[in-house]
């Protein structure tokens, strides 16, 4: 009816895995298709026509946080300890594996990098300016201010220390995109800020991994350690 909410008939829906002791984290919608996140696991749902179709469960890539998952110009991009994932309307892409197959961040560093606790939680945004997915690894601590980005541009990793400034001592809000494509968010002092797509210096941070990017391929360099580049291919 007019001037009313939606209605939707019961008989438009689809049973996905009841009392499987999982819970529903995020809903997002692409190309027709409806991703169901659960903590542990991915339910792919076809909607194009009148009836639903479930064309899939992907276990290890679920949602622990729905601030963990962002829609770009490319897809759904999310992370979570395993990877960071992008579903582009046909299949899902691991964004942390290179052209030959290699792991860009070792598994080690990247389960790090991600948090899963609702205190601690690890946030992402996408900036339509720069076509870059942001990984803000922990929003909740003022003093990690450092992001892990992938330019959707070149296909690779980088770090960006210093890009997501928090003038409040509570931490950041999760990210969104303003009208002209900016990455932009609020600390807890009602501060907006946004991304910064910049390098700045991080030199006596021996925590900090920075990061060279050779052909696309991402080498993480401790900075403590004296490093020397033989030959550029």
């Known amino acids: 009816p007019v001037n009313s909410f939606d209605i939707l008939p019961m008989s438009n829906s689809i049973d996905v895995a009841v009392r499987d002791g999982d819970d529903i984290t995020a809903l997002h919608e692409w190309n027709n298709r409806l991703l169901q996140f659960k903590k542990k ?11 639903e179709i479930l064309e899939g469960k992907y276990d290890g890539k679920g949602l622990f946080h729905p601030h963990a998952a962002v829609r770009t110009d490319f897809g759904i991009a999310w992370v979570n300890k395993q990877s960071a994932w992008l579903y582009n309307g046909s299949r899902i892409i ?26 601690t939680p690890t946030s992402v ?21 450092h992001a892990y980005v992938y330019d959707f541009n070149t296909s690779s990793w980088s770090g960006h220390p210093d890009s997501i400034p928090d003038a409040s001592s509570h931490g950041r809000t999760n990210w969104v995109q303003r009208w002209d494509g900016e990455a932009m968010y609020m600390d807890y002092n009602g501060v907006f800020h946004y991304f910064r797509n910049d390098f700045a210096s991080v030199e006596g941070s021996e925590n900090w991994l920075s990061t060279v990017l050779l052909q696309k391929i991402l080498y993480l360099i401790v900075l403590s350690a004296r490093k020397r ?5």
């Open 125 to 145: 945004g996408y900036s339509a300016k720069y076509k870059c997915f942001i990984v803000d690894p922990n929003a909740d601590e003022t003093a990690l201010n």
């Open 229 to 233: 580049f033989m030959r550029f291919i």
């Open 41 to 51: 696991s991915l339910y792919i749902i076809n909607i194009a026509r009148d009836v």
């Open 94 to 119: 691991d964004m942390l594996s290179g052209r030959n197959g290699e792991r860009l961040i070792s598994q080690s560093v990247w389960s790090n990098i991600v948090h899963e606790g609702d205190n």
